[in-house]
């Protein structure tokens, strides 16, 4: 079975500007979340998808905002972009919704300038 | 405020010997721990968990201990592998699901040849 894809794998934006990321989870997998990795912090979770749901949200402000389509793959934004931004986004998929152990892609490794 | 510590940012170690690595949580809720590993480059990895349950959990050459009333875990490796050269994350959940998993900051394991 393919494992947890994430595209981009690299991505450097300007502060001010949007990104998206793309997730395509293990298949037959239906849960999705992401996390946001930052030196120091460890994974900080931003939300959790399951059935093109939001089933989560951690305590990130609203310019951080996700989606999941009908085939599990599941997309990540966010608008106007600060320094503080830049981190590695995990995407992590279960087969169900609360599953404790996830299966983690490689990441998007952000960079804002 | 941070529910789960790892305060060790790295440790170094021989081939062949014994590595501790050390977790920390304030949540007497918490009832799941798991350990992740994970490779530069790379998506973090479950490598083993222990249910509160339980004071101990073995899989091969990885140990985990649980100390409920000292709210503290740990991840033993023997014998230590240079390729067990990684980041080790604890993390912790009061439930199912990566809403309630708090993940350390993570510990560098360096093992020398």
């Known amino acids: 079975k393919a494992g947890v894809t994430q595209t981009p794998r690299y991505l450097i934006k300007t502060r001010g500007q949007q990104v998206t990321l793309s997730c395509s989870p293990i298949?037959?997998?239906?849960?999705v979340s992401w996390y946001q990795q930052t030196p120091g912090q460890g994974l900080q979770f931003l939300f959790e998808y399951f059935s093109e749901t939001q089933r989560n949200k951690g305590n990130f402000p609203g310019r951080f905002s996700g989606r999941q389509f009908s085939n599990s793959r599941s997309e990540m934004n966010v608008s106007t972009l600060e320094l503080g931004d830049s981190a590695l986004y995990l995407c992590a998929s279960s087969p169900v919704l609360g599953s404790y152990e996830q299966y983690f892609g490689p990441g998007t490794r952000l960079t804002v300038t | 405020d941070q529910q789960v510590k790892q305060n060790s940012p790295s440790l170094s170690v021989q081939e062949g010997r014994i590595s501790i690595l050390n977790c920390d949580y304030t949540?007497?809720?918490?009832?799941?721990f798991l350990w992740y590993k994970k490779y530069p480059a790379e998506g973090p990895t479950f490598l083993i968990s222990?249910?509160?349950?339980?004071d101990k959990n073995e899989d091969g050459r990885f140990t985990v201990f649980l100390n409920k009333s000292a709210k503290h875990l740990s991840l033993h490796i023997v014998p230590s592998q240079p390729g067990d050269s990684a980041v080790y994350f604890c993390?912790?959940?009061?439930?199912?699901?990566?809403?309630?998993?708090?993940f350390g900051a993570g510990t560098r394991l360096f093992v020398k040849a």
């Open positions: 298949s037959g997998h239906r849960s």
């Open positions: 993390a912790a959940s009061a439930g199912t699901g990566g809403f309630k998993t708090i």
């Open positions: 222990i249910s509160s349950i339980k």
């Open positions: 949540n007497s809720m918490f009832d799941y």
